[in-house]
């Protein structure tokens, strides 16, 4: 099946520092990926849509200008969590949608980024 | 290698009962989560096991057997809105989630 990678696994930074996470599509391209942030043994909670190309459309709520993202290629997003703080801690998971003609779109979920900001 | 197999598509009557197993090889094991998907929104999370045994929830029930490598979600008394993608997720000894394709099913009248 696809196959949906994320960098790092784990990161841990000082409270201001931005840190930057790779959602890659390994074996696919993906038109679209998404951001989701994850509390423990709850929902995701999606931030932001990527399409490859064009600007992030972001969740409501979601600062745009904090959490930055670029969809530069078909097989790659970035998440960059600028002047990241301790609040942002969190498992940042990305996923990527693949169109099948004649179905419905399939979504693949990464590993998941688990962020520490201290 | 590290994987998780369920079931592609699975169709049901309404108020019935469905069960959707998953499998699952990873690198350790710190826990199995079911999520409901439906179309265009994002996951809900339904369970977390990381002990053997059946944990209720409503008319959502999740089993865990950690020596088969094997978790079913059980759904009763089926309802129309239940149509969805079921994911199984497995937490590895990295704290890393693997995630099955997810199984579509389909509730019919």
């Known amino acids: 099946g696809a196959v949906v990678s994320q960098h790092p696994s784990r990161v841990i930074c000082k409270s201001g520092t931005s840190v930057k996470i790779e959602c890659r599509s390994l074996?696919?391209?993906?038109?679209?990926m998404f951001w989701y942030r994850q509390f423990p043994k709850q929902s995701l909670m999606l931030m932001a849509t990527?399409?490859?190309?064009?600007?992030?459309?972001?969740e409501q709520g979601v600062e745009k200008d904090k959490f930055l993202i670029n969809h530069a290629s078909l097989t790659l997003s970035t998440l960059t969590v600028t002047s990241a703080h301790p609040e942002d801690s969190s498992f940042y998971i990305c996923?990527?949608?693949?169109?099948?003609?004649?179905?419905?779109?399939?979504?693949?979920f990464g590993p998941g980024t688990r962020l520490l900001v201290l | 290698g590290q994987n998780i197999d369920q079931p592609t598509e699975m169709t049901a009557t309404e108020g019935a009962i469905v069960q959707i197993n998953c499998t699952y090889q990873?690198?350790?094991?710190?826990?199995l989560f079911w999520y409901q998907q439906h179309a265009g929104e994002a996951p809900t999370f339904l369970s977390y096991?990381?002990l053997d045994g059946l944990e209720e929830k409503g008319r959502f029930s999740s089993f865990l057997s950690r020596s088969k490598g094997y978790s079913y979600l059980l759904l009763k008394e089926l309802q129309m809105k239940d149509s969805a993608s079921y994911l199984c997720?497995?937490?590895?000894?990295?704290?890393?989630?693997?995630w099955g394709a997810g199984t579509k099913l389909i509730i019919k009248p």
């Open positions: 096991n990381v």
């Open positions: 990873t690198s350790g094991f710190n826990g």
């Open positions: 074996d696919f391209q993906a038109t679209t």
């Open positions: 990527s399409n490859e190309g064009s600007k992030a459309t972001y």
């Open positions: 996923s990527a949608k693949i169109p099948h003609r004649g179905r419905t779109e399939t979504q693949y």
């Open positions: 997720a497995s937490m590895d000894s990295n704290y890393q989630l693997i």
